[in-house]
């Protein structure tokens, strides 16, 4: 073989050599400038499966707010409510994987109905993966203002007849079985498809007592209508001055909370997550939200991921113990 062929021969290799490593570089570059793209033009829907003026649809707004200011991204609102936050939990479980379809979740959605519709839920938690932690409030105990008791158990085992107590959702209804198991008194658990009519009736005389989320609660408190018995969990809430916890009457182990999460369906791309995550560290700490939560008693919140991921582990075992206490199954 020639000088000149072994020549032509090497440069041959070498600039297959150097055009495969353009076209590897190439290939990488593609694939970050992609990751970096998310979100293109098409808009982020996010799903809030309760009806139009809850919390979740108001704490969704606050969110889609975020996500303009930090990825200028536009973001749709779509309420779609029924079976107990079921169907739009289990719509957002079925769509695609790409990061543009974001679910409100809740603690009926994405913990109590795990454990309550166990053998008939059309989605399983590995479905919808944690973005963020967004809202986490005490469920709160409420009576009349001319009712008698100050405590939990003067006012349930010192009335007359059944107590009716009031529920609106999954998490309440459990609530109401429970106080029943744990302060021996003879409740009857009275459902309704919301908390704010379930408020309305205790105000109307119909009820003894309801649960309530503060943010449903507080329009009731403004009037003096509706007055505060007992807190679940273990915190206190500065718009409830000198309201104990159930522990600290005397029932312990009574923890119920409101809640509203972020979750994407499983599958979504790390890169979509973080960013989605990083709006929600934005909605958090702006002055807006922080008015917002301090209205509606919320708690502070860790707004981190490997958070989001550990709480809703927590609620999810924490339901699961409370369904079979209380026998609730659906």
């Not at 205790?202 to 003096?224: E, I, K």
Request: aromatic share 8%.
């Amino acid at each position: 073989m020639g000088c000149d062929q072994r020549n032509k021969q090497s440069r041959s290799g070498l600039l297959m050599v150097v055009g495969g490593l353009f076209l590897s570089v190439g290939c990488m570059a593609g694939q970050a400038k992609a990751a970096d793209g998310w979100p293109r033009d098409k808009p982020i829907m996010i799903v809030v499966p309760f009806g139009a003026g809850s919390g979740s649809e108001v704490n969704a707004r606050f969110y889609a707010k975020a996500l303009k200011e930090t990825l200028n991204a536009n973001a749709v609102v779509l309420s779609k409510p029924g079976a107990a936050g079921m169907i739009g939990a289990g719509f957002v479980a079925k769509a695609a994987p790409d990061g543009y379809t974001v679910l409100m979740g809740s603690g009926t959605a994405n913990a109590a109905n795990y454990a309550i519709y166990k053998d008939s839920i059309s989605y399983k938690p590995e479905q919808l993966s944690p973005v963020a932690m967004l809202y986490v409030s005490p469920v709160v105990l409420f009576t009349t203002k001319d009712r008698e008791g100050k405590s939990v158990k003067q006012f349930l085992t010192g009335s007359t007849g059944n107590v009716n107590c009031g529920s609106g959702n999954t998490v309440t209804e459990v609530a109401c079985e429970m106080i029943k198991l744990r302060s021996n008194a003879d409740t009857v658990t009275v459902q309704y498809k919301g908390t704010a009519q379930s408020l309305l009736d205790l105000v109307a005389g119909r009820l003894s007592v309801s649960f309530a989320d503060m943010a449903a609660a507080m329009p009731f408190l403004s009037n003096g209508s509706v007055r505060a018995v007992a807190i679940s969990g273990n915190e206190h809430l500065p718009t409830l001055e000198g309201v104990k916890t159930f522990a600290e009457q005397g029932i312990p182990d009574f923890d119920f909370r409101s809640w509203n999460g972020l979750f994407v369906p499983a599958g979504t791309p790390p890169e979509a997550i973080k960013k989605l995550n990083k709006a929600a560290q934005v909605m958090l700490a702006s002055p807006e939200w922080e008015q917002q939560r301090k209205q509606n008693s919320g708690l502070k919140v860790d707004p981190s991921l490997e958070y989001a991921r550990q709480f809703v582990a927590n609620e999810i075992a924490l339901w699961n113990r409370y369904a079979e206490e209380t026998g609730i199954k659906k």
